[in-house]
């Protein structure tokens, strides 16, 4: 009965305490009855011995009577003292078995502990679960925490060796997915020199697939979670977000990505409300959030990396992409080309009288005549198209998967344009003129810089036949003068 109650009140999720207790308890009882059978025989002696020398009888019975009385006595007294050594010896021994049962998990997880202070933890020991008590569940506790430690060290490891930022997000949506059980959710990455935010995982979305405001795409700064750098959650605040589109079935809980002190990206995870377990989701929302905080100081250098790779890659005035891009990715760029069986324009552009501009006006005005035509030749061409600075005050415009006279066409449009383009100077207005030579890749040849060279014969038979004109390359063109000169030369 006293098992029972025990079990069913004070220890119910503590066995090795309620094992230790009951043989306490036993045993305590063992020795209070042994203690009354004993006391009751002291008695029994004592009113025995004095009833019978009250009686004043001098005989051989009363000296039996006494002795026999003595041997019960110290029968008594051997039974209580073997009790106590049996009693004695039984604890102790439960004590020691106790004590290695604790001792060795113990011991374990102290070492571990100690071995992780000092940063050499071997995550491959864990320690041995050998009962299912209180012992047991510390063990595989302790397990599940260094199994835990284990992966996000791993994860770190893994997105380290990764080159690009989208690897690293699509790493972290399978963590999301595959190990935490986060289904429904979407990464944004913020731009902060632009004040723009685009989803960057999943990768196919439609726009129904994002439950915010278009206007957060285009202005971040309306994104609470990215002005203010904070976790947000519409389980306990309904309408935390003015931008989270009204009247859906789905909460939402937005943590943000803090790269090098600013926000640098956001999650969004959804959450249908008749589904949501509160308990279940802070865990899984737990987890995600040791794995995003893991992934943001890789996430920074990769993004420190990119914007000096870039920095390197563009020219600082006009924001175009220069020569040194052009040589890293031409080889991927004409493989593209080649794969698809396609066309690829080049036009060659230069300012004609350009010098006379610093001359005349200064460097200043130079950059601004510099900066107005790269806009001009953007506005020009298809978003698909690119622009290089390919040096000075020429430009290389690569017109990708084009037809048969189309690159002619754009040309003639970048030559009026400029033309009818007035420029602000501190003095009035001045006007200039560009010439452009064209060639096609691989229609004109089939190595892509040789193209650009005839691209650039086009370019100075246009400036000799008096500048502001297209002219396009045609085989005459290629002399041994102009093979001898590299392209962008005089």
Same mark, same amino acid.
């Given at each position: 009965?006293?098992?029972?109650?025990?079990?069913?009140?004070?220890?119910?999720?503590?066995?090795?305490?309620?094992?230790?207790?009951?043989?306490?308890?036993?045993?305590?009882?063992?020795?209070?009855?042994?203690?009354?059978?004993?006391?009751?025989?002291?008695?029994?002696?004592?009113?025995?011995?004095?009833?019978?020398?009250?009686?004043?009888?001098?005989?051989?019975?009363?000296?039996?009577?006494?002795?026999?009385?003595?041997?019960?006595?110290?029968?008594?007294?051997?039974?209580?003292?073997?009790?106590?050594?049996?009693?004695?010896?039984?604890?102790?021994?439960?004590?020691?078995?106790?004590?290695?049962?604790?001792?060795?998990?113990?011991? !374990?997880?102290?070492?571990?502990?100690?071995?992780?202070? *000092?940063?050499?933890?071997?995550?491959?020991? $864990?320690?041995?679960?050998?009962? +299912?008590?209180?012992?047991?569940?510390?063990?595989?506790?302790?397990?599940?925490?260094?199994?835990?430690?284990?992966?996000?060290? #791993?994860?770190?490891?893994?997105?380290?060796?990764?080159?690009?930022?989208?690897?690293?997000?699509?790493?972290?949506?399978?963590?999301?997915?595959?190990?935490?059980?986060?289904?429904?959710?979407?990464?944004?990455?913020?731009?902060?020199?632009?004040?723009?935010? +685009?989803?960057?995982?999943?990768?196919?979305?439609?726009?129904? /697939?994002?439950? %915010?405001?278009?206007?957060?795409?285009?202005?971040?700064?309306?994104?609470?979670?990215?002005?203010?750098?904070?976790?947000?959650?519409? +389980?306990?605040?309904?309408?935390? %977000?003015?931008?989270?589109?009204?009247?859906?079935?789905?909460?939402?809980?937005?943590?943000?990505?803090?790269?090098?002190?600013?926000?640098?990206?956001?999650?969004?995870?959804?959450?249908?409300?008749?589904?949501?377990?509160?308990?279940?989701?802070?865990?899984?929302?737990?987890?995600?959030?040791?794995?995003?905080?893991?992934?943001?100081?890789?996430? *920074?250098?990769?993004?420190?990396?990119?914007?000096?790779?870039?920095?390197?890659?563009?020219?600082?005035?006009?924001?175009?992409?220069?020569? +040194?891009?052009?040589?890293?990715? !031409?080889?991927?760029?004409?493989?593209?080309?080649?794969?698809?069986?396609?066309?690829?324009?080049?036009?060659?552009?230069?300012? =004609?009288?350009? $010098?006379?501009?610093?001359?005349?006006?200064?460097?200043?005005?130079?950059?601004?005549?510099?900066?107005?035509?790269?806009?001009?030749?953007?506005?020009?061409?298809? !978003?698909?198209?690119?622009?290089?600075?390919?040096?000075?005050?020429?430009?290389?415009?690569?017109?990708?998967?084009?037809? !048969?006279?189309?690159?002619?066409?754009?040309?003639?449009?970048?030559?009026? #344009?400029?033309?009818? #383009?007035?420029?602000?100077?501190?003095?009035?207005?001045?006007? $200039? #003129?560009?010439?452009?030579?064209?060639? *096609?890749?691989?229609? /004109?040849?089939?190595?892509?810089?040789?193209?650009?060279?005839?691209? =650039?014969?086009?370019?100075?038979?246009? $400036?000799?036949?008096?500048?502001?004109?297209?002219?396009?390359?045609?085989?005459?063109?290629?002399?041994?003068?102009?093979?001898?000169?590299?392209?962008?030369?005089?």
């Amino acid at each position: 009965m006293l098992k029972k109650i025990i079990n069913s009140v004070t220890f119910r999720n503590q066995p090795i305490k309620k094992k230790f207790t009951l043989f306490s308890l036993g045993i305590f009882f063992w020795l209070l009855v042994m203690f009354m059978i004993s006391a009751a025989a002291y008695v029994d002696i004592y009113r025995r011995t004095h009833a019978i020398v009250d009686q004043t009888i001098s005989s051989d019975l009363v000296t039996l009577e006494i002795m026999k009385n003595l041997e019960v006595a110290s029968l008594a007294f051997y039974a209580v003292t073997g009790a106590l050594l049996l009693a004695t010896t039984l604890l102790a021994v439960f004590t020691i078995l106790i004590s290695r049962a604790i001792a060795g998990p113990v011991k !374990s997880i102290s070492e571990q502990i100690r071995v992780f202070s *000092e940063g050499e933890i071997d995550f491959s020991r $864990k320690v041995d679960i050998r009962s +299912r008590d209180e012992i047991g569940k510390l063990s595989e506790e302790f397990n599940t925490l260094m199994e835990g430690i284990h992966d996000l060290a #791993t994860f770190k490891k893994v997105i380290e060796e990764d080159d690009k930022l989208e690897d690293i997000y699509s790493r972290l949506g399978k963590v999301f997915r595959e190990r935490i059980g986060l289904n429904d959710f979407i990464i944004f990455e913020v731009s902060g020199d632009q004040n723009r935010m +685009r989803p960057v995982y999943p990768l196919l979305l439609n726009e129904a /697939d994002i439950l %915010c405001r278009e206007e957060i795409l285009h202005d971040c700064e309306l994104c609470k979670v990215k002005k203010t750098g904070h976790m947000i959650s519409s +389980r306990e605040f309904p309408e935390v %977000c003015k931008q989270f589109k009204p009247g859906l079935e789905q909460m939402h809980v937005c943590i943000p990505m803090i790269v090098g002190g600013r926000t640098g990206g956001v999650v969004q995870f959804l959450f249908d409300k008749k589904d949501y377990s509160a308990d279940k989701k802070e865990k899984r929302l737990f987890r995600a959030e040791q794995y995003i905080r893991e992934s943001l100081s890789v996430i *920074e250098a990769k993004r420190l990396m990119h914007t000096l790779r870039e920095s390197a890659l563009k020219d600082s005035l006009t924001g175009l992409y220069n020569r +040194r891009f052009l040589q890293e990715h !031409s080889e991927a760029f004409v493989a593209g080309v080649l794969r698809r069986q396609k066309n690829v324009g080049l036009i060659m552009c230069d300012l =004609d009288f350009f $010098k006379q501009v610093n001359d005349l006006y200064g460097h200043n005005v130079g950059d601004d005549v510099l900066k107005e035509t790269a806009e001009i030749i953007r506005k020009c061409i298809r !978003s698909s198209d690119l622009v290089i600075r390919f040096g000075g005050e020429e430009f290389l415009v690569l017109m990708l998967d084009i037809k !048969s006279g189309e690159t002619v066409m754009v040309a003639g449009k970048i030559r009026e #344009t400029v033309e009818q #383009t007035k420029i602000k100077v501190s003095d009035g207005v001045i006007k $200039k #003129t560009i010439s452009l030579g064209v060639s *096609e890749f691989p229609v /004109d040849t089939e190595s892509f810089w040789q193209a650009i060279k005839f691209a =650039d014969v086009a370019l100075y038979r246009a $400036k000799d036949k008096g500048r502001n004109q297209v002219v396009r390359f045609t085989a005459d063109m290629w002399t041994e003068k102009e093979q001898g000169r590299p392209a962008g030369s005089p």
